[in-house]
């Protein structure tokens, strides 16, 4: 198990240092809510919606704004290749405007646009990496040192979409490419640089702990600045110098 030990830490550092995400279309235009979470906490109460905001997917030939005008709505935003269409309308009717463009011959489908909680997740992932990265120091035996990794594993990956949403959702779909190849350089820059790092860190001291307490305090940091981020989503964007 001595020999199995180093080799099973060392597997799960590819895992802790790579932050990627995956590229969610965001409501470009329309005008920026209160987003915060009070200290990232999940909301427990009914499900939070962009205010005035529908999500609607059209049959083909349908025309959005036609649409959204029967049902005095104007178009707010786009998804990818127009897979979707968000309708704004009146702060407080979005459930009663979904149900009305459900009834449309015309659409698909459509329902609010529900608030999604990405720095929640991004805190609550890194929260669980810290733990299990550090726990893996003191840890001997072989079965709960699996079921760490494993862990780790799982939440390393867990907050990907958040990552590169988060860019889009500030700067919009325009910048999408250029923010998404910017999340991907620095996760690939962090993954080398962990991975060099615990090497290093090995051959100076002769064990993997200080390795595995760096990335850990990485994970920290990485929290911290989770809530920093969330205070940025929840001021308007058309205060880029704050």
Known sequence: MSRLRPLLLAAVVAGVAGCSD???QPDTNSTPADLSLRGLRVATGPEQVMPGEVIVKLKAGADAATVGKAHGLAVSGRGYQDAFVVLQGAVGAEHAAA?????DARVVYAEPNYL???????????VILAVTTAALIPVE???LLIALIM????????????????PVERYGARLMGTLSGFANFLANLGSFSFTYLLGALKDQTGHFSSGFYTITAASVVGLALTFWLEKMRSRPQGNPGH
């Open 99 to 103: 149900a009305a463009l459900a009834k």
């Open 151 to 166: 862990i780790n594993a799982m939440f390393v990956q867990f907050y990907f979409g958040p990552i590169f949403a988060l």
């Open 22 to 24: 995956d590229a969610v």
């Open 116 to 126: 999604r909680q990405p720095t929640a997740i991004m805190a609550l992932s890194l």
């Open 141 to 143: 035996w072989g079965a």
